[in-house]
């Protein structure tokens, strides 16, 4: 019956594509083209004011058309623009009129930092592949932001050049001077290069006006494929930088107990290399030595109840800049999906897998690192001119150990995360001038396990796979499919604990298509997706199939939370831009999934319905509803048999005031409920002022509630060794509040300070067993567990159960099971970073973090009472200086 379903499901999704090589849209649009102009004097002084006699002579181009609000008008202000160039250098002139220059607004912010200022960008497709660009924007306070799109409609912010540029005000409106040095684009050399170029302005006063010189329509598709063309450009050869960027650090480390010294001052030394160099085929070599990320933002807090890790974005700039060439997606969308990948740059340097192991003697202190250490990791991308994109990663990380000291005196070590070595090799070709892609990905991660007492780890894992994704010539019909492999090796410890993970539990009794080896020291898998779309102007639809098999590992270098699954959707959009008497633009979406096992069990279907709207005084709103038929639960009985899960549904909404005001606010609420009695509620207020235009202060608090009536507590044996799922009711309750403050003394001096405070606790009660894991009624499902009966621990953790109340115990713990208690878990981080680039692309960072964080375990949740009490934890203090300086050899 699946393959059935999957069978038609795979012929209505191939139906569409049948019409993919149908004949090209015809559109109005003009394609544009200007010609740069050679200096063969001195060169042009960047200082923004255009009054150089070269720009008297260039031929200027303009007659902006609008993209937002009013598609395909002409822009309300006018602004044209020169293209000029040297040996080294590509100059672009730009002119925005305003007849009220006095409204011009530029607010002063750290570099690549979006704000509601006027802005100016230009944008290079060097490569001329129609599918990749790198762009370059001012705006009037001269805040530069770069970023390098890819696969024509995707965008890497995260990208960085050395470039420069200036921008001037006067009584006629603004200009702006770009100066980009050849060496930073990537090109093929050729007598005369013809490049795609795009230049466009965004005018927030008149209702977040867009105008651009090559424009395309909402109607139509694509991004950098509409670009015009740059021509004139002759005997300019691609020159091959390499950036030299060595940084010295030191920091001091201490614990500021209010009752006693747990640690004296530590203090740190340190010093490591960045490295660039490209080459003349258009690949870029970037590497690091040693790297530290001392200066980057910690992650949000939580206290995660589920077996499942969390995602985090990845904030070191090694990894971020250029990882999208890297990204192989198993994923589609925003949903649960969506964070699935091979490649997941935070597993390198990730925190240690191991624990502390003492000897059993009294101890006063441990001493653990938070990350492991990378020694050094290098990458090569970059596109070839034949349509070849390549991207080679290696990195390595070293052994780390927990360093035990005794009240005695003595000490004791293990190892808590072996040495390893990362490598990642991702290729991709374009055909039909990138309309057509295919390509492949191929990883490893080897540790090295000898003497370290990691044996449980797998020694070495392994990742492939290869995507296609199709549009047809008119970018009305899309296909986007991928497939992979993996394949793990180890001790048959470490390949028992693969096939017992939450993520697949092999053990369980009720899944004949799952079984345990436990002799195995293998595991394999796959996994893959299949998504088909239509983009006709307004709607737009999407109807895919995404895969992965129980044995599928990919977690060691990628990211994927569960597996054993199929997941059909339908997505259904429509978007509507022109401005009305209420809308400015609005758009909604209707979607519909369905899941089930590799074993036929289904998991549940359900739909929603979301839509967002920007009103004509630019306030947003949104909201949706989400309806699910319960299905079939593989993992809430850790392993146990599968359990019934209730029909269920939630809603949600948004509003957002104005954002170009000074003062602006925001706010979220969602809200679950299921048949079973379960409620959570989640409110998220925002406030933002800028009570100067270099000042910036934000305050977001969040609150979050849950009323659960079969939340997991542990399992229980009887007396013939036969489980009992324990489940009780709960009470969550938690709130975090955000603070953040941004002083940008000038384009090159900055001050960030980021403040959470992270408070929850919980209330376990109502103790009930598992009766029938099949049953859809909760009555029947459940039996609850006599209250007089129940055995607690000294901290409040259920250790027994008398079910007959005889005064003998009949459930007791199973050895290796942890249980869940009542708690309170408080966190309070912060720093502050002050950040000055006193030549270009050399930086200065100052840096003080403090992090503290307080357990207890008993129910309590009083926000202002915990607040205050978070000032009194023991903190960790690390002061740090930071010091690099880049080298152009």
Same mark, same amino acid.
């Given at each position: 019956?699946?393959?059935?379903?999957?069978?038609?499901?795979?012929?209505?999704?191939?139906?569409?594509?049948?019409?993919?090589?149908?004949?090209?849209?015809?559109?109005?649009? $003009?394609?544009?083209?200007?010609?740069?102009?050679?200096?063969?004097?001195?060169?042009?002084?960047?200082?923004?004011?255009? =009054?150089?006699?070269?720009?008297?002579?260039?031929?200027?181009?303009?007659?902006?058309?609008?993209?937002?609000? =009013?598609?395909?008008?002409?822009?309300?202000?006018?602004?044209?623009?020169?293209?000029?160039?040297?040996?080294?250098?590509?100059?672009?002139?730009?002119?925005?009129?305003?007849?009220?220059?006095?409204?011009?607004?530029?607010?002063?912010?750290?570099?690549?930092?979006? !704000?509601?200022?006027?802005?100016?960008?230009?944008?290079?497709?060097?490569?001329?592949?129609?599918?990749?660009?790198?762009?370059?924007?001012?705006?009037?306070?001269?805040?530069? +932001?770069?970023?390098?799109?890819?696969?024509?409609?995707?965008?890497?912010?995260?990208?960085?050049?050395?470039?420069?540029?200036?921008?001037?005000?006067?009584?006629?409106?603004?200009?702006?001077?770009?100066?980009?040095?050849?060496?930073?684009?990537?090109?093929?050399?050729?007598?005369?290069?013809?490049?795609?170029?795009?230049?466009?302005?965004?005018?927030?006063?008149?209702?977040?006006?867009?105008?651009?010189?090559?424009?395309?329509?909402?109607?139509?598709?694509?991004?950098?494929?509409?670009?015009?063309?740059?021509?004139?450009?002759?005997?300019?050869?691609?020159?091959?930088?390499?950036?030299?960027?060595?940084?010295?650090?030191?920091?001091?480390?201490?614990? =500021?107990?209010?009752?006693?010294?747990?640690?004296?001052?530590? +203090?740190?030394?340190?010093?490591?290399?960045?490295?660039?160099?490209?080459?003349?085929?258009?690949?870029?070599?970037?590497?690091?030595?040693?790297?530290?990320?001392?200066?980057?933002?910690?992650?949000?807090?939580?206290?995660?109840?589920?077996?499942?890790?969390?995602?985090?974005?990845?904030?070191?700039?090694?990894?971020?800049?250029?990882?999208?060439?890297?990204?192989?997606?198993?994923?589609?969308?925003?949903?649960?999906?969506?964070?699935?990948?091979?490649?997941?740059?935070?597993?390198?340097?990730?925190?240690? $897998?191991?624990?502390?192991?003492?000897?059993?003697?009294?101890?006063?202190?441990?001493?653990?690192?938070?990350?492991?250490?990378?020694?050094?990791?290098?990458?090569?991308?970059?596109?070839?001119?034949?349509?070849?994109?390549?991207?080679?990663?290696?990195?390595?990380?070293?052994?780390?150990?927990?360093?035990?000291?005794?009240?005695?005196?003595?000490?004791?070590?293990?190892?808590?995360?072996?040495?390893?070595?990362?490598?990642?090799?991702?290729?991709?070709?374009?055909?039909?001038?990138?309309?057509?892609?295919?390509?492949?990905?191929?990883?490893?991660?080897?540790?090295?396990?000898?003497?370290?007492?990691?044996?449980?780890?797998?020694?070495?894992?392994?990742?492939?796979?290869?995507?296609?994704?199709?549009?047809?010539?008119?970018?009305?019909? !899309?296909?986007?499919?991928?497939?992979?492999?993996?394949?793990?090796?180890?001790?048959?410890?470490?390949?028992?604990?693969?096939?017992?993970?939450?993520?697949?539990?092999?053990?369980?009794?009720?899944?004949?298509?799952?079984?345990?080896?436990?002799?195995?020291?293998?595991?394999?898998?796959?996994?893959?997706?299949?998504?088909?779309?239509?983009?006709?102007?307004?709607?737009?639809?999407?109807?895919?199939?995404?895969?992965?098999?129980?044995?599928?590992?990919?977690?060691?270098?990628?990211?994927?939370?569960?597996?054993?699954?199929?997941?059909?959707?339908?997505?259904?959009?429509?978007?509507?831009?022109?401005?009305?008497?209420?809308?400015?633009?609005?758009?909604?979406?209707?979607? +519909?999934?369905?899941?089930?096992?590799?074993?036929?069990?289904?998991?549940?279907?359900?739909?929603?319905?979301?839509?967002?709207?920007?009103?004509?005084?630019?306030?947003?709103?949104?909201?949706?509803?989400?309806?699910?038929?319960?299905?079939?639960?593989?993992?809430?009985?850790?392993?146990?048999?599968?359990?019934?899960?209730?029909?269920?549904?939630?809603?949600?909404?948004?509003?957002?005031?104005?954002?170009?005001?000074?003062?602006?606010?925001?706010?979220?609420?969602?809200?679950?409920?299921?048949?079973?009695?379960?409620?959570?509620?989640?409110?998220?207020?925002?406030?933002?002022?800028?009570?100067?235009?270099?000042?910036?202060?934000?305050?977001?608090?969040?609150?979050?509630?849950?009323?659960?009536?079969?939340?997991?507590?542990?399992?229980? $044996?009887?007396?013939?060794?036969?489980?009992?799922?324990?489940?009780?009711?709960?009470?969550?309750? $938690?709130?975090?509040?955000?603070?953040?403050?941004?002083?940008?003394?000038?384009?090159?001096?900055?001050?960030?300070?980021?403040?959470?405070?992270?408070?929850?606790?919980?209330?376990?009660?109502?103790?009930?067993?598992?009766?029938?894991?099949?049953?859809?009624?909760?009555?029947?499902?459940?039996?609850?567990?006599?209250? +007089?009966?129940?055995?607690?621990?000294?901290?409040?953790?259920?250790?027994?159960?008398?079910?007959?109340? =005889?005064?003998?115990?009949?459930?007791?713990?199973?050895?290796?099971?942890?249980?869940?208690?009542?708690?309170?878990?408080?966190?309070?981080?912060?720093?502050?970073?002050?950040?000055?680039?006193?030549?270009?692309?050399?930086?200065?960072?100052?840096?003080?973090?403090?992090?503290?964080?307080?357990?207890?375990?008993?129910?309590?949740?009083?926000?202002?009472?915990?607040?205050?009490?978070?000032?009194?934890?023991?903190?960790?203090?690390?002061?740090?200086?930071?010091?690099?300086?880049?080298?152009?050899?």
């Amino acid at each position: 019956m699946k393959y059935t379903r999957l069978l038609i499901l795979l012929i209505l999704v191939w139906i569409p594509a049948l019409t993919l090589g149908s004949p090209q849209v015809k559109t109005d649009r $003009q394609e544009r083209t200007i010609s740069a102009v050679q200096i063969n004097g001195s060169r042009i002084v960047i200082d923004g004011r255009l =009054d150089d006699k070269i720009w008297e002579s260039a031929p200027r181009q303009g007659d902006f058309i609008q993209r937002n609000p =009013d598609d395909g008008s002409k822009g309300t202000q006018d602004t044209d623009f020169a293209v000029c160039y040297d040996s080294d250098v590509l100059y672009v002139g730009i002119r925005a009129y305003d007849d009220q220059p006095h409204l011009i607004d530029g607010i002063l912010t750290r570099r690549d930092e979006s !704000s509601p200022s006027d802005w100016l960008y230009i944008s290079i497709d060097s490569y001329h592949d129609h599918r990749t660009a790198f762009e370059f924007g001012l705006n009037a306070a001269g805040v530069k +932001q770069d970023l390098r799109r890819f696969d024509d409609t995707n965008a890497d912010f995260d990208w960085n050049a050395v470039w420069e540029g200036a921008v001037n005000i006067d009584d006629q409106g603004w200009s702006a001077e770009f100066a980009i040095p050849f060496r930073e684009l990537r090109f093929n050399g050729s007598e005369e290069l013809v490049w795609g170029f795009n230049v466009y302005r965004e005018f927030p006063r008149n209702d977040n006006e867009l105008a651009l010189w090559s424009h395309w329509s909402h109607e139509e598709t694509g991004f950098v494929s509409n670009y015009g063309e740059l021509t004139g450009l002759t005997n300019i050869e691609p020159v091959q930088p390499f950036y030299f960027t060595p940084f010295v650090l030191g920091s001091s480390a201490i614990n =500021d107990s209010s009752t006693h010294l747990l640690r004296e001052y530590e +203090q740190v030394a340190n010093f490591g290399l960045d490295i660039r160099k490209s080459f003349d085929l258009g690949l870029t070599f970037s590497g690091t030595i040693n790297p530290d990320f001392g200066q980057v933002e910690a992650d949000p807090a939580e206290f995660n109840l589920t077996e499942f890790e969390s995602y985090f974005r990845e904030k070191r700039p090694f990894f971020m800049e250029g990882g999208n060439i890297l990204n192989f997606s198993l994923g589609f969308g925003d949903g649960d999906n969506s964070s699935n990948t091979l490649f997941y740059s935070r597993r390198i340097g990730r925190a240690p $897998q191991g624990r502390a192991l003492s000897d059993g003697s009294s101890v006063e202190r441990i001493d653990v690192t938070e990350s492991t250490r990378i020694l050094a990791a290098g990458k090569v991308t970059g596109k070839l001119e034949n349509g070849l994109s390549l991207g080679l990663m290696t990195a390595a990380t070293a052994e780390e150990k927990a360093v035990i000291k005794y009240v005695d005196g003595h000490e004791s070590s293990n190892v808590i995360e072996p040495a390893t070595t990362y490598l990642l090799t991702r290729v991709q070709q374009d055909y039909r001038e990138g309309l057509t892609t295919l390509g492949g990905i191929f990883t490893s991660t080897n540790r090295s396990l000898d003497s370290t007492g990691m044996e449980y780890l797998r020694e070495n894992a392994y990742t492939g796979g290869i995507d296609f994704n199709h549009r047809s010539d008119d970018r009305m019909y !899309s296909i986007e499919s991928a497939i992979a492999f993996s394949h793990v090796t180890g001790s048959e410890d470490a390949i028992l604990r693969t096939q017992l993970h939450p993520s697949r539990y092999f053990q369980r009794p009720d899944a004949p298509h799952l079984s345990v080896d436990s002799s195995a020291t293998s595991l394999s898998g796959v996994g893959g997706k299949f998504i088909v779309g239509r983009s006709d102007g307004k709607w737009n639809t999407f109807v895919g199939l995404i895969g992965t098999s129980p044995g599928l590992e990919v977690n060691d270098l990628g990211f994927m939370r569960g597996v054993d699954n199929i997941n059909e959707f339908v997505w259904i959009g429509y978007r509507h831009w022109e401005p009305g008497d209420i809308f400015l633009n609005y758009s909604f979406n209707l979607n +519909q999934w369905a899941n089930w096992t590799f074993g036929g069990e289904s998991k549940g279907f359900g739909g929603n319905f979301n839509g967002n709207a920007t009103l004509k005084n630019n306030w947003s709103v949104g909201g949706g509803m989400n309806l699910n038929k319960g299905g079939i639960v593989p993992f809430h009985l850790h392993g146990g048999p599968s359990i019934q899960s209730s029909n269920n549904m939630s809603t949600w909404m948004h509003i957002n005031t104005d954002h170009r005001r000074n003062l602006s606010a925001g706010g979220s609420g969602h809200y679950f409920y299921s048949t079973d009695d379960v409620h959570s509620m989640n409110l998220s207020p925002s406030l933002t002022w800028r009570p100067r235009k270099n000042v910036s202060l934000s305050l977001g608090p969040d609150f979050h509630f849950l009323d659960d009536t079969w939340a997991w507590i542990t399992t229980l $044996q009887d007396t013939t060794n036969q489980p009992h799922y324990i489940f009780s009711g709960l009470k969550l309750a $938690q709130t975090t509040l955000t603070f953040r403050a941004d002083i940008t003394l000038s384009t090159t001096l900055s001050l960030q300070a980021y403040a959470q405070a992270f408070i929850t606790g919980a209330d376990f009660f109502d103790f009930r067993e598992v009766d029938d894991h099949t049953a859809s009624d909760f009555g029947q499902r459940f039996a609850t567990l006599p209250s +007089q009966g129940l055995s607690f621990t000294s901290w409040g953790a259920l250790n027994g159960v008398d079910i007959d109340q =005889d005064g003998i115990v009949d459930y007791s713990p199973t050895p290796g099971q942890g249980v869940y208690s009542d708690f309170n878990y408080s966190q309070l981080t912060s720093n502050v970073v002050l950040r000055w680039e006193y030549s270009t692309g050399s930086v200065m960072y100052v840096v003080w973090s403090r992090g503290a964080e307080g357990y207890q375990p008993q129910w309590k949740f009083e926000p202002t009472e915990d607040r205050e009490s978070l000032m009194d934890l023991d903190a960790d203090n690390i002061f740090l200086i930071k010091i690099n300086k880049l080298l152009n050899i």
